[in-house]
DNA sequence: CTGTTAGCGCATTCAT
DNA sequence: ATGAATGCGCTAACAG
C-alpha cells in the first residue's frame, strides 16, 4: 500500500497525523494552517509521491483550471505564436490549455466547444468573430467565459482581443495608393467563413473605392496560406489586363510565393511590381527584397487573451475589446508606382 | 430549473421517465439499452440542453480521455507541424489534448508532467529522449503512458516514434564528402539537454572522423533557431581558416540565415559554399538558392504517436520504438567540392 | 486553528 | 432490460 498506483490525500493526513482537511488546505495555499502541521503535510506528501486527482478536485470545488482554445491550424506560424504566449502566460498561474484545431471549419469548431465545456474549459478562446451562434450560445449557457482574437468585435458576453481586419486592409491600401499606385491587385485568403480575411479583403476595396478605384476593376485572387498558393495566384492576377503594379496579399506565405512567381517570370520586385504582405512572420526577411508587411501582435494577442480569461470577473470589465495597433513594416518590396 | 446553469443527469432521467443508470448506459452507448428508452433519452438529453460533467465521469470511472503534450516551442515550425497532426488524430476519435511548451527547460518539463498527472492525462507525448529521471519514473508510477518523438529509442516503459539524429546527422556529413567537400563546418542548434540537437552534431562529426577528418578541426557553432543566429553564426564560421566550404545546419531556419549571410558577404551558394538543412520547412523553398536539406516526418511523428496512445495496451507492444526514414531533399544550396 | 460531516455528478455493482 | 444503491477523491460548510 505503499508504492501502489498513487496515495491519496487521505493517506497524506494519515501519516501528517491530521485530518483530511487540513491536508487540503495545506494543499491549497491556505493560510490558517500553523507552520508545524504545514510542514507536516508537505512532507508526508512528498515521502508519498501524493499528485492530487484533478477530477475529484474539479468535481468538488467546480474549478477546473482548464482553459480551452480552438484555432483554424497551427500550421499557420501567426496562430502558432499566439498559442505559444497563451500557454506560457496561462502556465504561469497553473492553468493549463486544452487545444483543438478546427481546420478553418465552423461547425467542427461547434463540436470542439461542446468537447471543451464537457471537460470544463472555464474559458475559452476563439479566432474571429464568425461562429455558429450555437456555439456562443452554448458557451454562454453554460457560463463559460470566451475571447475571440484577431478582431476586435466583442459580444455582450464575451471579450475580443486583437485588431481591426478592415482597418488594416484599408492601411495597406493607403500604402499603396501613396506610393502612386492606381492599377492594384490583391491576394486573399479563403474569406468563405472567415471574416478575418473578409475584413482585410473589404477594408483594401472600400479604400481604393473611396479613392475612385472600383472594386471591379481589382483583381482579387483566393488560397489557402501556401506558398505555392501565393504563386499561382500571382501569376493569374499578372495575367490580368490592365496588370497591377501593386498587390496586397492577406499572409506573407502569400506574398512570398507571390515574389517567388515575379523572379520566376522575370518581374522585378518593386520595380514592375509591388508587394505587401500581412502578419510580418519571421520569413518575411528570407524573400529577396524583404517584405513589406503589416505586423500582426500574435504573441500580444495571446498574452492579453490570457491575462483576461485569468482576471477576475470583474476586472473582465476593463479588459473587454482591446484593440491592438497594426504596424506596417516597410522593407524592400514596395516601391513607387509609376505615373500613368 | 430548466435554463438554469445546466440539466445534469439526473434531470435527464426524469424527463425521460427512466433511472439516471439507464441514462448513464446510454450515453455510454451501452446497447443493452431499449430502442425506445434509448430515443426517448437522447431526447431529453437535447432538450435539456445537458452537457455531461466530464469530471465526475473521469472520477467515477478513472477515464479522462485527456492527453498530454510537452513540447519545447510552438514558434518552431516542426513542432507545431506535428503538434496539429497529432491534435487532429486524438480529436477524431473524443481524446482531448493538453499542451505545454517546455521552453527546452527539463526541470519545467518536470513540472508540466506533474500537472498533466494531476489532470488525469492517460498518456504524455515528449520530445527526445532526454529527460529528467524523475519525470518518467513520475509517469510509470502513475502508470501514465509516454511516447517519445523525434528520437527512435525507447524506454522499456514508454514508447518511441522518430528517427535517428545521429544517423541523420552522418547522412547530411556523407552526403557532403560525396560531393568532395573536406572542409566542413556546422551550424547546431543548442545542444544542452537537446538530445536531438547533439545527436546530429555527435553523427555528423563521426562520419567525418570516420573519413580522416578530425573533429577537432571542424568548426561548430550554437544558436537557438533564429534566422539572426544563422546569420550570425555562419560569419563566424567564415572567419575561421581554412573556411569551410559546406556547412550543415541543425535546421532549415539556421540555414536560412545562413545563406542569407553568404549573399550579404558576396560568398556564392553553392560555388564558394554548400548549405545543408534539416527539416525541410515550408520556407526551405524560400531562399535563394533554395535549400538541401533532411527532411523530418513531423506530421507522420504526431499522427503516429497520437495511434500509439489511442491503441491498446496490447495493441502497443507492436508499436514501440517506430523507427521512420529521414529523406534527403536535394535542391540548390549544396554543390560539388573544389579538390584540394 | 483544526476536525467532522456531507455530497459534487456520475458509472458501476448488484439486484430484479 | 432496467433500477437502487454505493462511492470515486476531494473541498466546503460548519463546529469546536
Do not use: W
Not at 31 to 40: Q, Y
Not at 208 to 237: F, H, Q, T
Amino acid at each position: 500500500m505503499d508504492n501502489e498506483e498513487g496515495a491519496k490525500l487521505i493517506d497524506v493526513a494519515k501519516l501528517a497525523e491530521c485530518s483530511p482537511a487540513t491536508v487540503s488546505r495545506v494543499l491549497n495555499g491556505n493560510p490558517t494552517v500553523n507552520r508545524g502541521v504545514r510542514e507536516r503535510v508537505i512532507r508526508a506528501a512528498a515521502e508519498l509521491r501524493y499528485v492530487p486527482n484533478g477530477s475529484a478536485r474539479a468535481l468538488r470545488s467546480t474549478r477546473t483550471r482548464l482553459v480551452g482554445a480552438i484555432i483554424p491550424t497551427l500550421d499557420h506560424a501567426i496562430y502558432a505564436t499566439m498559442v505559444d504566449a497563451l500557454q506560457a502566460r496561462l502556465a504561469e498561474k497553473g492553468v493549463s490549455l486544452i487545444l483543438n484545431t478546427s481546420t478553418y471549419d465552423i461547425d467542427l469548431e461547434y463540436e470542439q466547444a461542446k468537447l471543451l465545456v464537457e471537460r470544463g474549459a472555464e474559458a475559452v478562446l476563439l479566432v474571429g468573430a464568425e461562429h455558429r451562434p450555437q456555439t456562443l450560445a452554448m458557451l454562454e449557457q453554460k457560463r463559460v467565459a470566451y475571447v475571440f482574437t484577431y478582431t476586435s468585435t466583442a459580444t455582450d458576453a464575451g471579450a475580443a482581443v486583437g485588431f481591426d481586419n478592415e482597418k488594416a486592409g484599408r492601411a495597406a491600401a493607403r500604402y499603396l495608393l501613396d506610393l502612386g499606385h492606381t492599377r492594384l491587385g490583391m491576394i486573399a485568403g479563403i474569406t468563405q467563413d472567415n471574416d478575418r480575411a473578409k475584413g482585410r479583403r473589404d477594408g483594401f476595396l472600400r479604400e481604393l473605392a473611396k479613392a475612385g478605384i472600383d472594386a471591379a476593376s481589382v483583381p482579387v485572387a483566393e488560397g489557402a496560406y501556401k506558398i505555392e498558393n501565393g504563386r499561382s495566384s500571382m501569376k493569374m492576377l499578372m495575367a490580368s489586363s490592365p496588370r497591377p503594379t501593386a498587390v496586397f496579399c492577406g499572409s506573407d506565405i502569400l506574398a512570398a510565393g507571390a515574389i517567388k512567381y515575379c523572379v520566376e517570370a522575370g518581374l522585378a520586385v518593386p520595380k514592375d511590381i509591388s508587394i505587401i504582405g500581412f502578419d510580418n512572420l519571421e520569413i518575411a526577411v528570407l524573400t529577396a527584397p524583404e517584405l513589406t508587411t503589416l505586423e500582426v501582435p500574435a504573441r500580444d494577442m495571446g498574452r492579453l487573451a490570457a491575462d483576461y480569461i485569468l482576471a477576475s470577473p470583474l476586472q473582465r470589465r476593463h479588459l473587454r475589446e482591446r484593440e491592438l495597433p497594426i504596424s506596417l513594416v516597410v522593407r524592400g518590396s514596395t516601391g513607387p508606382g509609376r505615373a500613368n
